[in-house]
């Protein structure tokens, strides 16, 4: 039977705060323990700190990286897929998780939200840990309505509300 997949998403590299890295840890963590596999770009910031989070925790890591080399990726992500497709890549992380979790982030989390937002794919945002998920956590991406970016209080509601609707 497939292991329900959660794409973790969010700050990369400098842009990272400390308590962004902190949540995207945990978060790893909870993915982990609800059993889940952990998606992500595969780079720094949230996508390591949440890779480290369900390593530790005895989880599965896929980080899918936009470049052509494995050596790119994050030294836990367990799985690598070198999709050599640049900021495109951002279609594969959201159309490959069952569930998405923003953790802060700019411009790139935005275009995972809005294609999971398209495909109607449950998601949640961290309160309080700034950037897109601050701004669109508890909203519709436009009109239509299609799924609300739940607004999640701790790592383990997040899991959970992205969980409970599939």
Do not use: W
């Not at 890591?61 to 992500?77: E, L, M, R, W």
């Not at 799985?79 to 959201?94: E, L, N, P, Q």
Request: net charge neutral.
């Amino acid at each position: 039977m497939r292991k329900f997949q959660i794409a973790v998403i969010g700050y990369n590299g400098d842009r990272c705060s400390e308590d962004a890295r902190k949540l995207a840890y945990e978060t790893g963590k909870e993915v982990a323990k609800a059993g889940a596999v952990l998606v992500c770009g595969g780079l720094g910031g949230v996508m390591e700190a949440a890779c480290k989070g369900a390593k530790e925790a005895g989880g599965t890591t896929v980080g899918i990286i936009p470049q052509d080399d494995f050596s790119h990726a994050n030294k836990y992500c367990d799985i690598v897929i070198c999709s050599t497709i640049g900021f495109a890549r951002d279609f594969i992380v959201a159309s490959s998780a069952d569930g998405i979790i923003a953790v802060g982030g700019g411009v790139g989390t935005l275009t995972e939200l809005s294609i999971g937002y398209m495909m109607k794919k449950p998601m949640a945002a961290l309160a309080g840990s700034g950037g897109i998920a601050d701004s669109y956590g508890g909203k519709y991406l436009d009109e239509r309505k299609r799924v609300q970016v739940q607004i999640a209080k701790d790592p383990a509601e997040a899991v959970r509300l992205v969980m409970k609707e599939n």
